[in-house]
């Protein structure tokens, strides 16, 4: 039989892998082999051959119905019974039987089938298919009594297994049709062939056999077919969650709880990715492993949104609320594929003042806690990485204070089992240094001094420690003062995990190798000749891309309407550039497919995120937007039209919760500079006013209609925060619409003008600045890293977001200002530099009154309470 199914298979293209287990292999180790192989992607169909006695529901069930070629699982034979048989596979043995009968002119409408010595599936089949084709169907052991009386009334008997010898064929009247099927497929063993006796019509084992064997290949062909269509893009067949909003809106981690999430592996089967293409977190979170870029790199992509803001209150108006109910309008009620792709938040904010960051309302990404506590561990694994290159650097600079050139390079290469070798990567510091050496017992003592000392320069050191904790006291801290460091201390301070050039490099990256190559890039300091040292050049490389290789992959969870929302990253939108993770959209990008959409949001105001997104981000990704969806809300405008301050924590003032015409048309001034500066960079707008109970129709109309007038392609009040998808179905269909028109997508500048310039062009054309002016340490900065190679990258303004200036008290359009460059720094890794306008913090503190005060756990439930 196998040399049969390997004939078959070789004329229809298929390829046949034989496993052979050892003859004493137990019950278990056979479902451990046939789980391995259903989770084998390059297998499509999978047929047993054990002996009969392994022959249990266990084993038989183990097989995943869609590679069971063979027609015996549960499923399968169920589906059969219920008269689906287009969507199960049937028992190649039975078919045959079936098939074989009709040929041979037999008319199955209300014969008598006994069907002898058949068990199981088979005879289950042979019973079901026979009942379809209006036949009596019968079925008996060989030793069951009145066997002869059975044989007799018959007028076709099928032979199920082999004849006992005690079973004279005289039983068997002649003129009867008879097949004999008895060549076990499942266990290979072949029946004793009965003599050739001229009944009515002897069909033969030979004869069902073979055809059998061509029908079990013709269900590997339609198992690779159903594969391969899987592969190719369709419209997901998503099982939404149902929302039944309440009035007045309950807090935001009660409407998360109040809904059930799907198990994560059923939504990641939904949007088409495969079983081996995700590692599930629990119940409801999963990462998505890169592997699948690779197997839809055919596959056209989906159109691609951001959603930005104008400039802010303090309180936050609202992006991520409508990212997210952008995508429940479009997928739970307009049944359009859709992926929202958001940046993990910081742990900081979240037991500071801000809160978390998961949306709100019925809004949002569920479970909340999971999405603000911890997730998968990606921050944690940036904290690490980050940390051991900052205990590098610090040990290095000792070692090479308290130990000769000789003493040193014998500890870094040092002689194991006899062997002295060079690792990987201090080989290519060789390479580096111009020394084509791989002998270490070679270098001259110029060599060996060059290769062993970095010389740091410890005042140029910018590689910081960090923590995803908002702690003001660490702001600026003494290293070293212990004994042991032997005198060697410095000022130094953590940052906020998220501000890590770590998390930066992991947002722009495309690819494992991208990442570590771009790790080595980041330039930690100088060395006393004023040359970049990296973390290459500290041999940290292979241990940094160690600790990341998890956190590259995307986090899978989902909205609170059951839609796909992907989790990756979150650089800092000041200090970097604010965006979630290009892996995370491009991937997000192949699963909706052509017809699809991404949305993905950036930090502060478009003047900050927006820009950061299309001059940083969309250079790396090479990815071209098509929509920009802006967000305002009546608030903010009414704060830009010279409404009195808004403060987080203190209760807003009646301009703000009464009607004000005025206030609101004087403040639109910031939504139409943002609708221009979104149309420098040659994508159509579509502004979403996010709107609150206490905002008017009136107030509602005039931002719409000023908007519309300042060139937005459309204006939509949206409603998702009270109701879900449903409120911002108009806003899906004004961005699908934009979307249909064709992008004139290009850059502000060309990173290959000068660093000065560069700055000036974004002061000027987008926040509207007169001119700036360079503090003599910024100019000092730009020309070290124009000398050092590094002029031609994209610029990363690190500004308030509070403002269009650098006042975060100069609201509405300030005009005629100089923008001042206090100081400027390079993230080489990430591939940006930043200049620093203003004293920009690093690490939040915390307030009088800080969230965690009403953060609690339920220790007889375990719920998270009190988060927002």
């Known amino acids: 039989m196998q040399e049969i199914n390997q004939n078959l298979a070789e004329e229809t293209g298929l390829n046949i892998t034989h496993i052979c287990l050892p003859p004493d292999s137990s019950e278990a180790e056979i479902i451990d082999e046939i789980l391995k192989i259903n989770e084998d992607t390059r297998v499509h169909g999978l047929a047993l051959q054990i002996s009969e006695n392994l022959f249990s529901n266990k084993v038989l069930n183990a097989l995943k119905p869609e590679k069971d070629v063979d027609g ?108 004999n099927c008895s060549h076990d497929f499942l266990s290979g063993k072949v029946g004793c062939g009965s003599p050739r006796i001229h009944f009515g019509g002897l069909i033969e084992e030979d004869d069902v056999s073979l055809l059998a064997a061509a029908l079990r290949i013709q269900n590997m062909v339609s198992s690779g077919r159903r594969w391969l269509r899987e592969q190719q893009h369709r419209r997901w067949r998503l099982h939404c969650l149902k929302l039944q909003p309440l009035s007045p809106v309950p807090s935001d981690i009660e409407i998360s709880r109040g809904q059930t999430p799907k198990a994560v592996d059923v939504l990641a089967k939904e949007i088409g990715l495969l079983a081996d293409e995700i590692e599930i977190y629990g119940k409801s979170k999963a990462k998505v492993r890169l592997s699948v870029l690779e197997r839809l790199k055919n596959q056209a992509d989906g159109k691609y949104v951001l959603v930005a803001g104008i400039t802010p209150t303090p309180l936050g108006e609202g992006k991520s609320t409508v990212t997210i109910g952008l995508v429940q309008a479009l997928t739970a009620h307009l049944n359009v594929n859709s992926f929202a792709c958001l940046r993990q938040p910081s742990q900081g904010p979240t037991f500071g003042v801000k809160g978390g960051a998961a949306g709100g309302g019925y809004a949002q990404v569920i479970p909340m806690e999971e999405f603000n506590l911890h997730l998968t561990g990606d921050i944690h694994a940036i904290t690490a990485a980050n940390n051991l290159l900052a205990a590098a650097i610090d040990t290095r600079i000792l070692h090479e204070n308290t130990q000769t050139d000789k003493a040193l390079y014998n500890r870094l290469v040092p002689l194991v089992n006899g062997v002295r070798e060079f690792s990987e990567i201090q080989l290519a510091r060789l390479k580096k240094l111009g ?193 920009v969806v802006l967000v305002a809300t009546v608030r903010a405008l009414k704060m830009h039209g010279g409404g009195p301050s808004v403060t987080a924590g203190v209760p807003l003032k009646k301009e703000y919760t009464e009607e004000n015409i005025q206030l609101v048309a004087d403040g639109c001034c910031n939504l139409q500079k943002q609708i221009q500066i979104a149309q420098l960079f040659g994508v159509p707008v579509v502004v979403a006013l996010n709107v609150f109970k206490t905002d008017t129709r009136a107030e509602i109309d005039l931002v719409c209609e000023l908007a519309k007038r300042a060139g937005a392609f459309d204006a939509v009040p949206c409603y998702h925060w009270s109701v879900g998808g449903k409120g911002s179905v108009d806003l899906a269909r004004a961005v699908r619409e934009a979307a249909s028109k064709r992008s004139r997508f290009q850059f502000l500048y060309d990173v290959q003008l000068p660093v000065v310039d560069k700055i000036r062009t974004i002061a000027q054309a987008v926040y509207g600045a007169k001119d700036i002016e360079l503090s003599p340490e910024a100019q000092a900065k730009i020309d070290r890293y124009t000398q050092q190679g590094f002029g031609n990258l994209p610029i990363c303004m690190a500004k308030t977001h509070l403002s269009l200036s650098h006042e975060p008290d100069k609201k509405g359009v300030p005009r005629d200002f100089i923008l001042p460059i206090s100081d400027v720094r390079a993230s080489i890794g990430a591939g940006f530099i930043y200049p620093l306008v203003g004293t920009m913090s690093t690490m939040p503190g915390l307030p009088t009154r800080p969230c965690f005060y009403d953060i609690d756990l339920d220790t007889e439930t375990e719920q998270v309470k009190g988060l927002f």
């Open 72 to 179: 015996v699982t549960d499923i399968n034979l169920g589906k059969l019974v219920r008269g689906d048989a287009h969507e199960c596979f049937v028992s190649p043995v039975a078919k045959a039987v079936i098939e074989l009968l009709e040929k041979s002119g037999v008319n199955l409408d209300g014969k008598k089938i006994l069907v002898v010595g058949a068990h199981g599936s088979l005879e289950a089949a042979l019973q079901c298919l026979f009942q379809r084709k209006g036949s009596m169907t019968m079925s008996s052991q060989w030793k069951t009594p009145q066997l002869q009386r059975k044989l007799h009334e018959a007028d076709i008997v099928v032979l199920g297994s082999r004849k006992p010898e005690e079973i004279p064929l005289t039983w068997i009247q002649p003129g009867i049709t008879v097949l």
């Open 435 to 627: 020394i084509n050496k791989t002998d270490p017992s070679t270098l001259t003592e110029e060599e060996v001094s060059k290769f062993a000392r970095l010389d740091i320069n410890p005042s140029t050191i910018t590689w910081q420690r960090v923590l995803d904790t908002n702690d003001r006291f660490l702001r600026k801290i003494t290293i070293g003062q212990g004994n042991t460091e032997k005198g060697y201390s410095r000022q130094a301070q953590f940052d906020i995990a998220v501000a890590s050039e770590i998390m930066a490099v992991l947002a722009l990256t495309d690819s494992l190798a991208d990442m570590k190559a771009r790790l080595g890039r980041m330039v930690v300091a100088s060395d006393k000749s004023g040359q970049p040292v990296t973390a290459d050049d500290l041999g940290v490389t292979g241990a940094l891309t160690v600790l990341m290789k998890d956190a590259i992959k995307p986090n899978l969870m989902q909205t609170l309407e059951g839609t796909p929302v992907f989790v990756h990253a979150g650089p800092f939108a000041n200090i970097a550039h604010g965006n979630s993770s290009v892996l995370a959209d491009k991937i997000a990008l192949k699963l909706v497919g052509e017809e699809g959409f991404v949305v993905t949001e950036a930090g502060f105001g478009a003047d900050i995120g927006m820009e950061k997104f299309f001059n940083i981000k969309c250079r790396a990704s090479s990815l071209v937007p098509n929509v």
